[in-house]
């Protein structure tokens, strides 16, 4: 099944400048697998 999760805002960085920057708070899809499928994964 899929989730929405919330995701905080927090300070990064810009890798190529080292510069922070504000990102803002956003959604993401999160996956939850089956126990099944986690079983058959874990062997």
Do not use: C, D, H
Request: glycine share 4%; charged share 35%; proline share 5%.
């Amino acid at each position: 099944t899929y989730k929405v999760a919330k995701r905080k805002a927090r300070i990064g960085r810009n890798p190529r400048t080292g510069e922070q920057i504000q990102i803002s708070a956003s959604q993401k899809v999160k996956f939850l697998p089956a126990k099944a499928l986690k079983e058959v994964f874990n062997k």
